[in-house]
T-cell receptor
Framework: GAVVSQHPSWVICKSGTSVKIECRSL??????MFWYRQFPKQSLMLMAT?????????EQGVEKDKFLINHASLTLSTLTVTSAHPEDSSFYIC????????????FGPGTRLTVL | GIQVEQSPPDLILQEGANSTLRCNFS?????LQWFHQNPWGQLINLFY???GTKQNGRLSATTVATERYSLLYISSSQTTDSGVYFC??????????FGDGTTLTVKP
């Protein structure tokens, strides 16, 4: 149980294009999902907290117009990197906390984004 | 915000050896999780342990919330244990702060 998927697992795009990443909880409902970013050999940095049916809460320094988050249902959250540039290249990971749970998070496998 | 320190940053073991990884945090926590990140980047849940001790096979964890630290014990290490181990406490419901991790290398 508690499986989270992400799609795509990797993507290469040209500078200036937008990329959408999907995060799905497969066997549970998640009121809250989280988006993290990880640079090589570094820790995970929380970008935003996504709550179903409401606007995402972004961490300080994260551009909300750059990283659009939509949490349309209890099993799906999407992150859109708009007008991507090479400095947006990174490993993006989502996590989900089961509704009614104790706050334990379960992570997706991550999406590796490379912007040329 | 909460500060999280993990030690050691790097650890090299011979297969079969035991190890202890430490996580210190600067504030009271609602919960704490330990994860193993494998070479492909997947984070695997090891323990959800806001306090007390838990065991799962060769791994066990102890959190002493009043003293603001948690320990992860790995016994009889195997090469498949290699990877990065993160602790992630949170003070607000569901918002975790990750430490810098301990990179474990187990040699055959």
């Amino acid at each position: 149980g508690a499986v989270v998927s992400q799609h795509p697992s990797w993507v290469i795009c040209k500078s200036g294009t937008s990329v959408k990443i999907e995060c799905r909880s497969l066997d549970f409902q998640a009121t809250t999902m989280f988006w993290y970013r990880q640079f090589p050999k570094q820790s995970l940095m929380l970008m935003a907290t996504s709550n179903e049916g409401s606007k995402a809460t972004y961490e300080q320094g994260v551009e909300k117009d750059k990283f659009l988050i939509n949490h349309a249902s209890l099993t799906l959250s999407t992150l859109t990197v708009t007008s991507a540039h090479p400095e947006d290249s990174s490993f993006y990971i989502c996590s989900a906390a089961p509704a009614g749970g104790v706050g334990e998070q379960f992570f997706g496998p991550g999406t590796r984004l490379t912007v040329l | 915000g909460i500060q999280v320190e993990q030690s050691p940053p790097d650890l090299i073991l011979q297969e079969g050896a035991n190890s202890t990884l430490r996580c210190n945090f600067s504030d009271s926590v609602n919960n704490l999780q330990w994860f193993h990140q494998n070479p492909w980047g997947q984070l695997i849940n090891l323990f959800y342990i806001p306090s007390g001790t838990k065991q799962n096979g060769r791994l066990s964890a102890t959190t002493v919330a009043t003293e603001r630290y948690s320990l992860l014990y790995i016994s009889s290490s195997q090469t498949t244990d290699s990877g990065v181990y993160f602790c992630a406490p949170d003070t607000n419901a569901g918002k975790s702060t990750f430490g810098d991790g301990t990179t474990l290398t187990v040699k055959p």
